[in-house]
């Protein structure tokens, strides 16, 4: 099956390098005779050519009575040729031109759907790739773009169809916040992990993530050893998810196994040979060192420059001092020599 997904992308990747060769544009054409052929092609579904033909028309023809159509044609031609950023771009200068314009909603939803699919490549399309996991940047300005339809043109009848995928959307963009929170927890990054889980139940709310964000603060604050933060957590989850996975009759079990982090000798000597000492709760070994490195530093300075024991040293200098002063004018001619 997969031999048969490969053929068939190498198949459509020839079709469309082909296809990518320069169409040539009659220019004898009318203006009217250049919209119909271009309406032809994007009814055979013949998308560069009737790209070709609706950039024709509207270089040629700018204030023609076909301009404005062939403007807003040209958007779902790139869009179906899977050129997004040209669609983008051109939507982006469509709403700048005719802002008033009545189909302007049109762009606004064709632009939406440029990112919605620009994720969406070759393999995405044949091969089960898992979306969540995949950098959600698309993904944001698609749901960016939908919410500005919908706000701006809320009756408009593209509007139903975005607010769905606005849906679809959400729920991946909080799926993808839980992936990069369970990759934080593999590395013990328990800090960013539970800022990760925080957010997601914060700004995605009415989404199925919402359940594993808690489970996400839950274990990052157990593994901190912020028990009240993890109690709190653990008790929302519980009354809010009461069937999450990680709840096992009532109580919680980590996804993520606590991490050895025991040397290899002590690994494989069965701890009988311990080389370093474990690790606190939210501790690392970067923390122990730059806590060590103080330590010895502390010990190497003097004595006598330590704060405990200034005053002392002042003391010793006082009486020096004083004793000093009771010197004979004998023992000031001979420096001290017959004292």
């Given at each position: 099956?997969?031999?048969?997904?490969?053929?068939?992308?190498?198949?459509?990747?020839?079709?469309?390098?082909?296809?990518?060769?320069?169409?040539?544009?009659?220019?004898?054409?009318?203006?009217?005779?250049?919209?119909?052929?271009?309406?032809?092609?994007?009814?055979?579904?013949?998308?560069?050519?009737?790209?070709?033909?609706?950039k024709?028309?509207?270089?040629?023809?700018?204030?023609?009575?076909?301009?404005?159509?062939?403007?807003?044609?040209?958007?779902?031609?790139?869009?179906?040729?899977?050129?997004?950023?040209?669609?983008k771009?051109?939507?982006?200068?469509?709403?700048?031109?005719?802002?008033?314009?009545?189909?302007v909603?049109?762009?606004?939803?064709?632009?939406?759907?440029?990112?919605?699919?620009?994720?969406?490549?070759?393999?995405?399309?044949?091969?089960?790739?898992?979306?969540?996991?995949?950098?959600?940047?698309?993904?944001?300005?698609?749901?960016?773009?939908?919410?500005?339809?919908?706000?701006?043109?809320?009756?408009?009848?593209?509007?139903?169809?975005?607010?769905?995928?606005?849906?679809?959307?959400?729920?991946?963009?909080?799926?993808?916040?839980?992936?990069?929170?369970?990759?934080?927890?593999?590395?013990?990054?328990?800090?960013?992990?539970?800022?990760?889980?925080?957010?997601?139940?914060?700004?995605?709310?009415?989404?199925?993530?919402?359940?594993?964000?808690?489970?996400?603060?839950?274990?990052?604050?157990?593994?901190?050893?912020?028990?009240?933060?993890?109690?709190?957590?653990?008790?929302?989850?519980?009354l809010?998810?009461?069937?999450?996975?990680t709840?096992v009759?009532?109580?919680?079990?980590?996804?993520?196994?606590?991490?050895?982090?025991?040397?290899?000798?002590?690994?494989?000597?069965?701890?009988?040979?311990?080389?370093e000492?474990?690790?606190?709760?939210?501790?690392?070994?970067?923390?122990?060192?730059?806590?060590?490195?103080?330590?010895?530093?502390?010990?190497?300075?003097?004595?006598?420059?330590?704060?405990?024991?200034?005053?002392?040293?002042?003391?010793?200098?006082?009486?020096?001092?004083?004793?000093?002063?009771?010197?004979?004018?004998?023992?000031?001619?001979?420096?001290?020599?017959?004292?």
């Amino acid at each position: 099956m997969q031999v048969k997904h490969l053929l068939l992308i190498a198949t459509l990747a020839l079709t469309a390098a082909c296809s990518s060769n320069k169409e040539v544009v009659d220019e004898n054409l009318s203006e009217a005779e250049l919209y119909q052929q271009a309406q032809a092609d994007l009814d055979n579904s013949s998308y560069t050519p009737a790209v070709a033909k609706l950039k024709a028309l509207e270089s040629r023809y700018p204030f023609g009575r076909y301009a404005e159509q062939a403007q807003l044609e040209l958007i779902y031609a790139y869009y179906k040729n899977s050129e997004p950023e040209a669609a983008k771009s051109a939507a982006e200068r469509f709403i700048r031109l005719h802002p008033q314009h009545p189909n302007v909603d049109y762009a606004y939803y064709l632009k939406g759907l440029a990112s919605f699919d620009q994720d969406r490549g070759l393999l995405a399309r044949f091969l089960p790739l898992d979306m969540t996991k995949r950098d959600p940047g698309a993904a944001r300005d698609s749901y960016n773009e939908f919410a500005q339809l919908t706000s701006r043109y809320p009756n408009s009848r593209y509007a139903p169809d975005a607010k769905q995928r606005m849906i679809y959307l959400r729920n991946l963009l909080a799926a993808y916040e839980i992936h990069v929170a369970h990759y934080y927890l593999t590395r013990q990054a328990y800090v960013a992990a539970a800022n990760r889980g925080r957010y997601v139940v914060e700004n995605f709310q009415e989404t199925p993530a919402v359940g594993d964000g808690l489970a996400v603060m839950v274990e990052s604050y157990q593994r901190l050893g912020l028990d009240e933060l993890a109690a709190t957590s653990l008790e929302t989850l519980k009354l809010n998810y009461p069937d999450h996975p990680t709840l096992v009759d009532g109580k919680f079990v980590p996804r993520e196994q606590e991490a050895d982090n025991r040397s290899w000798l002590a690994k494989a000597t069965l701890g009988l040979i311990e080389t370093e000492t474990p690790l606190p709760p939210g501790g690392t070994r970067a923390a122990q060192d730059v806590i060590k490195q103080y330590e010895d530093a502390k010990e190497e300075i003097p004595a006598d420059l330590l704060p405990e024991n200034q005053d002392a040293v002042r003391e010793d200098e006082h009486e020096a001092a004083a004793n000093s002063d009771d010197r004979s004018w004998f023992s000031y001619m001979t420096f001290g020599l017959f004292d």
